[in-house]
C-alpha cells in the first residue's frame, strides 16, 4: 500500500485530454517536489515531470505536471496511441527514513 | 550519451546472497547520486535505495533496511547492490537510475534493468 494514491487506470480516445491524480499528505506532496514517470511496456521507467510542472528535453509539451496542496496531477493533451502506458508519480516522504516513494501507478488506455 | 549497465542478477535460493552492478558512462559518476529501484512481476515501482554522490549520505526502503546495502566506487564508475538473506518478495527486476542533473530526487536516467528471482 503506497503513501500515494493514483487511480489504478485511466482512459481516453485520440486527442482527448486526460488526468492522472495523485493523492498524498503534507508529509510528503504537501512538502516536496513531485515527480512523473512513463513507462512504456517492456521498458524502463522515464522521467517526464520533475519539480511538479518541469518537463526534460526531448519531453513533447502535451504533457503537463500541476500540485496543490496535497494533490497532484498529470495531464496529458492531444493523447495519441503511443501514450498508452503506466505512468507512476514519486516523492519523498519526510515521516519516512527511507529514499523516495512511489504511487502504485496508473494504467492509461487510449481507446 | 548516458549510459547505465546493470548486471548481476538471477536465480537465487531463499535464504541466499546476490550482489547487483550497475555500470556507468557518458557522464561524471562522481558528480551525482544514485538509486536502486525494483519492479516485482506485474507490480509496481518501488524505490529501494539511495546514495548520495560521495557515498556519505545513504538511505533504504523500510522493506529492504538491513539485509541490503548499497554502495559505490567512483573510480570503477560503478554502483553496487549487495543482498542478503534474499526473500522471494524480493523477486523483481532491480533498475539503477541517476539523479535528473541537480534535481537529486528526480530519476533522469535509467538501465535496462537485471531480473533477480528468489525461489527454491
Known amino acids: 500500500q503506497s503513501v500515494l494514491t493514483q487511480p489504478p487506470s485511466a482512459s481516453g480516445t485520440p486527442g482527448q485530454r486526460v488526468t492522472i491524480s495523485c493523492s498524498g499528505s503534507?508529509?510528503?506532496?504537501?512538502?516536496?517536489?513531485v515527480y512523473w514517470y512513463q513507462q512504456l511496456p517492456g521498458t524502463a521507467p522515464k522521467l517526464l515531470i520533475y519539480?511538479?510542472?518541469q518537463r526534460p528535453s526531448g519531453v513533447p509539451d502535451r504533457f503537463s505536471g500541476s500540485k496543490s496542496g496535497t494533490s497532484a496531477s498529470l495531464a496529458i493533451s492531444g493523447l495519441r496511441s503511443e501514450d498508452e502506458a503506466d505512468y507512476y508519480c514519486?516523492?519523498?516522504?519526510?515521516?519516512?527514513?527511507?529514499?523516495?516513494?512511489f504511487g502504485g501507478g496508473t494504467k492509461l488506455t487510449v481507446l | 550519451e548516458v549510459q547505465l549497465v546493470e548486471s548481476g542478477g538471477g536465480l537465487v535460493q531463499p535464504g541466499g546472497s546476490l550482489r547487483l552492478s550497475c555500470i556507468v558512462s557518458?557522464?561524471?559518476?562522481?558528480?551525482?547520486?544514485m538509486n536502486w529501484v525494483r519492479q516485482a512481476p506485474g507490480k509496481g515501482l518501488e524505490w529501494v535505495s539511495y546514495?548520495?554522490?560521495?557515498?556519505?549520505?545513504?538511505y533504504y526502503a523500510d522493506s529492504v533496511k538491513g539485509r541490503f546495502t548499497i554502495s559505490r566506487d567512483n573510480a570503477k564508475n560503478s554502483l553496487y547492490l549487495q543482498m542478503n538473506s534474499l526473500r522471494a518478495e524480493d523477486t523483481a527486476v532491480y533498475y539503477c537510475?541517476?539523479?535528473?542533473?541537480?534535481?537529486?530526487?528526480?530519476?533522469?536516467?535509467w538501465g535496462q534493468g537485471t531480473l533477480v528471482t528468489v525461489s527454491s
Open positions: 514519486s516523492t519523498w516522504d519526510d515521516s519516512l527514513s527511507g529514499p523516495g516513494v
Open positions: 557518458g557522464f561524471t559518476f562522481s558528480s551525482y547520486e
Open positions: 503534507s508529509s510528503n506532496i504537501g512538502s516536496n517536489y
Open positions: 519539480s511538479n510542472n
Open positions: 546514495i548520495s554522490s560521495r557515498g556519505t549520505t545513504i
Open positions: 537510475a541517476r539523479s535528473y542533473g541537480d534535481y537529486e530526487s528526480a530519476l533522469g536516467y
